[in-house]
């Protein structure tokens, strides 16, 4: 589902019956449609939720953390059994750094090709990547080992949980070009930002998103609900629970 958007949850599970499944033309599309390890394979027990705000990933916007416990609560009045948890390989390995290691060799030399002779006009996210040093084998190695103790500790938490409830973003909607962020106190890079999606572009985990809740500036805040491999009907579900329930459900982008 990654970049797949849709107005409503009924409309993007119609997108996901269409894309799902093997089309002959990606041999890493394998498994059949009909392969559910989710809810659909057992449709009459409680969900089982665990919901967390940092568990390693860093400070989080007050007004966002306080919107995941909202939505926790809320699927709680729908009879799932909803707990606070924590992932415990993101306290040891920090995804935006794996990420940041495991991509640099491939992203960098496509970056300065594209940008050359027209470096003044690099993005941030550009610039950013051009002052990394090269990754070396040896911390690639690493970053790999790393991932593999992601993947682990999920499945670990998934043999408890049906779902994981947690930010979209640690920051806030904000302006272009700002550069850093002061959270609970802390400061941080305008990258931390992805913080909270990039463990499931490293594990290839199903996630989505769902608006939940408006900021004190009037900006859309969204929660993001993760399950196991091929469980995607587990997050739809979830989501179109979320979405009855969303304080916010009537508000749509004028068009």
Do not use: C
Not at 51 to 68: C, H, K, M
Not at 69 to 75: C, G, N, Q, V, Y
Request: hydrophobic share 40%; no cysteine.
């Amino acid at each position: 589902m990654t970049g797949t958007r849709a107005r409503t949850i009924r409309d993007l599970a119609l997108a996901y019956s269409l894309l799902a499944g093997p089309d002959g033309a990606d041999g890493y599309a394998t498994t059949p449609p009909e392969f559910d390890t989710g809810l659909g394979a057992d449709p009459d027990r409680p969900l089982r939720v665990g919901w967390l705000v940092d568990s390693g990933l860093g400070p989080t916007d007050p007004e966002i953390a306080a919107t995941v416990r909202e939505a926790a609560d809320a699927l709680r009045t729908t009879g799932a059994e909803v707990d606070a948890v924590s992932i415990p390989a993101l306290e040891r390995d920090n995804p935006l750094d794996l990420w940041n290691k495991l991509s640099l060799l491939e992203v960098k030399p496509a970056f300065q090709e594209i940008t050359a002779g027209d470096e003044d006009q690099m993005f941030t996210y550009s610039k950013f990547v051009e002052s990394l040093p090269d990754t070396s084998m040896e911390d690639y190695v690493r970053a790999e080992q790393g991932v593999g103790r992601l993947r682990d500790s999920f499945a670990e938490y998934f043999h408890s949980y049906d779902l994981l409830l947690l930010p979209v973003t640690t920051i806030p909607t904000h302006e272009h070009q700002l550069g850093d962020f002061t959270l609970n106190g802390q400061t941080v890079g305008a990258f931390h930002v992805s913080s909270t999606t990039v463990p499931f572009n490293l594990t290839g985990l199903p996630a989505l998103s769902v608006r939940f809740g408006t900021s004190s500036d009037g900006m859309p805040i969204a929660v993001q609900l993760a399950s196991k491999w091929y469980a995607e009907s587990t997050i739809l579900h979830s989501a179109s629970l979320l979405e009855a329930l969303s304080p916010v459900r009537d508000q749509h982008p004028t068009i």
